[in-house]
Structure formats: C-alpha cells, structure tokens
C-alpha cells in the first residue's frame, strides 16, 4: 500500500512536469524530443528511488542471518541473573521438602505403631536403628516373647523400617540417641519422646515430633537449628 500510494504521487508529480513542458516546448517551439528525454529522466528517477537500497538488503539479510553477539551476550547476562536468584530459592526448597518427609516418616512410624498395639491386642516396640535414633527406627513386635528382635529372612517380628537421608538430616532425641518405646494395647506409649530433625543449615528451619505418653503425637515447624 505504501510502494502505490509513493507511486500514484510520483506518476502525478511527473504528469505535471510533462504537462509544464509541453506547453513550454509548444510555446517556444522547442524539439519534442527535449520532453521525451526529460520524460525518461524523470522516470528513470522514479525507479531509483523506489527501488531498495543496498544497505536497507544488506542490513535485512543481517538480521536474518542469526543472532549478534551483542545479543547473544545479552541473553547470557539474563540467564546468568536467573539463574542466581534462582538456584538459591531451588536449593533452599529441596532442603525443606527433605525434612517434611523425614517429619512425616519419623510421624508415620510412630502412628503405625500405635495403630498396630491397638489392632493385635500387645505391645508394639519401636526402637532406634543400630542404637542411634540418627539412623532411622524400627517397628517390630515380640512374637516369641524373648524380648529380643529376631532378625533372618524369615523373622516376621519386624513391621516397618524407616531410614534416615543421613547425613543430609540429622536426627536428635530428648532422651539420648538410643530411643526405645513401647506402645501397649489401649495405644498408650512407655514414655514421651521429642524428635528434632534439622540439616546443615543454622536458623528456624527444623521440624520437631513429639510424642506424649498418652499416645498423642503432635508435629511443629520452624524449630532452631545450630547446622552443621
């Protein structure tokens, strides 16, 4: 639209020249072939002003060709700040997503515990792995009465296992790192126990399973951690 609306006022421009010196060569009696000539001019400027220029093709097959490097190098400095904004938050969430889930396993032993008690009828045990409650717990029942875990591929007396992502979490007790309980038949537990469970890093970031004698488990967040 633009290249015929151009074209339309040149071709009128040129009609008033040719008019002009029409006249003008009739008027003096001067050779037609003047006007032809001038006529040819003017149209042979036409065309070249219509017609692109070098450096507009030059600087469109640029553009085309791909990216600059002062584009490219743009685009490196954006990802560069992205990344540095978010790596860190990323980072950050992986660790609390690490120690909900070993809350809510610490949590979910201790339940099914208590739920096992109350659905044989006796005692139910959970007790720390290899004597360090930082390891993980064990769920287990004293099928022969020996007041010992038989251990073999085929012993039944141990329900649930539950290990800790050490050393990414570690695992800390009120009572010592050797945690031993006991869960009767009316879901009530030997003693109360309080879990905390933190990671590397220094600040309100752990999380805390508490245990009453009553059975009743309650879980917390935002506890302080020293880190390390």
């Known amino acids: 639209m633009l290249v015929a609306k151009l074209l339309r006022r040149r071709l009128s421009s040129i009609q008033c020249r040719l008019s002009y010196l029409k006249e003008l060569a009739a ?18 400027q036409l065309k070249e002003q219509l017609r692109p220029r070098k450096e507009t093709i030059m600087r469109i097959a640029k553009r085309s ?6 584009e490219l190098m743009i685009v ?31 949590a979910g032993a201790l339940h099914f515990a208590r739920a096992e008690a ?20 064990r769920v287990w029942f004293d099928a022969d009465g020996d007041g010992n875990l038989d251990s073999g591929a085929d012993s039944s007396e141990e329900l649930r296992l539950v290990r800790m992502a050490a050393p990414a979490v ?6 010592g790192a050797n945690v031993s309980l006991t869960f009767s038949a009316r879901g009530r537990a030997s003693g109360a126990v309080i879990l905390s469970i933190c990671d590397d ?14 059975g009743v488990m309650r879980t917390k967040s935002g506890i302080a951690c020293g880190g390390g």
């Open 201 to 214: 890093r220094s600040g309100n970031y752990g999380k805390e399973v508490s245990l009453l004698a009553t």
């Open 27 to 44: 008027n003096k009696a001067a050779d037609f072939s003047l006007c032809l000539r001038l006529q040819r001019l003017f149209i042979a």
């Open 76 to 106: 490196i400095a954006i990802l560069a700040i992205l990344i540095a904004i978010g790596v860190p938050s990323f980072t950050s969430l992986i660790k609390n997503n690490r120690l909900t889930s070993a809350a809510n396993d610490l």
């Open 118 to 137: 109350v659905r044989r009828g006796s005692s139910v045990q959970v007790s720390s792995v290899s004597d360090n409650i930082g390891n993980g717990v």
């Open 65 to 70: 060709a791909g990216f600059t490097l002062i």
């Open 170 to 175: 570690s695992v800390a007790a009120d009572t």
